[in-house]
């Protein structure tokens, strides 16, 4: 009866001994799987299932990370969360997407810790003091430089805990004043607010703007940053939802002139007066709770 069993597992063990040597990742799993169903075992009980388990073990441990958008003001919303504590940043939110926001805040059963804003927005209302009356326990940060009030005022090194995760601060200036970047623990990821978007840049001809401030901003502490570090801005208006510091310190058609000729180009944009300055400015000094 043994030689029976031998003789007809012959070929498969043939194969395995010849494979072993050689076979790594997938064709190794493929082999086990053919093993087992010659000798009639059920395959879903394999060591492949083993793997699997342990890929989605992996998977679920990272970071939670959400996008959102806002159209009339083209901004950028991004919600992290640590998925063990379920603690939760928010960072730029808009006063129209507040309840948005929220509901999807409860659907993943996070609890929001802080609601941060890069910057004293002029083009739309942040949602952050909205955001605090709807949510309990939330708290506001923007930075010190802003003049605007939060309950907390980031400054440079600076940094905003949820769970595991971090979020570090870097002073970039030049849109304005208050501008902040908040950078991942790891440097995976920056958030630019208004400082660095995709292929430009924030204007810089009103609110303490400053091109040559700005330039020197972008040069010294994001393109320092690791190549691979993704950029996620606070606003895009051709549908771009991400980059690199290497794209950036490549491609992008301001930043990779001199400081001279950057200043050229960002004083004469022309652009148009943002429809809600005189409207959203006031508002986000106060959080954005001027008449709610």
């Known amino acids: 009866m043994s030689c029976l069993v031998l003789e007809v597992l012959k070929p498969s063990v043939a194969c395995a001994l010849q494979l072993r040597a050689t076979a790594t990742g997938d064709s190794r799993r493929a082999l086990a799987g053919f093993l087992y169903r010659h000798r009639g075992w059920d395959t879903q009980k394999a060591p492949v299932r083993k793997y699997s388990a342990n890929m989605e073990r992996r998977a679920g441990g990272g970071i939670i990370f959400r996008q959102l958008f806002e159209s009339i003001?083209?901004?950028?919303?991004?919600?992290?969360?640590?998925?063990?504590?379920?603690?939760?940043?928010?960072?730029?939110?808009?006063?129209?997407?507040?309840?948005?926001?929220?509901?999807?805040?409860?659907?993943?059963?996070?609890?929001?810790?802080?609601?941060?804003?890069?910057?004293?927005?002029?083009?739309?209302?942040?949602?952050?003091?909205?955001?605090?009356?709807?949510?309990?326990?939330t708290k506001s940060a923007i930075s010190e430089h802003s003049g605007a009030t939060a309950d907390?005022?980031?400054?440079?090194?600076?940094?905003?805990?949820?769970?595991?995760?971090?979020l570090n601060v870097r002073e970039t200036p030049g849109h304005t004043d208050g501008c902040v970047t908040l950078v991942a623990g790891d440097q995976s990821m920056a958030f630019t607010g208004d400082a660095l978007l995709i292929r430009g840049c924030g204007r810089t001809d009103f609110q303490q703007g400053c091109s040559k401030k700005l330039y020197h901003s972008i040069h010294t502490k994001i393109?320092?940053?690791?190549?691979?570090?993704?950029?996620?801005?606070?606003?895009?208006?051709?549908?771009?939802t991400v980059s690199t510091v290497d794209e950036e310190k490549k491609f992008n058609p301001r930043l990779t002139k001199t400081l001279e000729e950057f200043v050229e180009i960002m004083s004469n944009l022309n652009l148009p007066k943002p429809q809600k300055i005189d409207i959203a400015v006031p508002a986000n000094l106060v959080c954005g709770l001027h008449d709610i």
């Open 73 to 137: 003001s083209s901004t950028y919303t991004y919600l992290l969360g640590d998925p063990e504590s379920r603690e939760a940043v928010l960072i730029d939110p808009v006063l129209e997407t507040v309840d948005r926001d929220i509901k999807l805040i409860e659907e993943l059963e996070l609890q929001l810790k802080v609601a941060v804003n890069t910057h004293c927005h002029a083009d739309h209302i942040t949602g952050t003091g909205l955001m605090k009356k709807k949510l309990y326990g």
């Open 223 to 240: 393109f320092t940053l690791p190549g691979h570090c993704l950029i996620y801005p606070a606003h895009d208006y051709k549908g771009q």
């Open 152 to 166: 907390i005022l980031l400054s440079e090194g600076d940094s905003i805990t949820f769970g595991k995760y971090c």
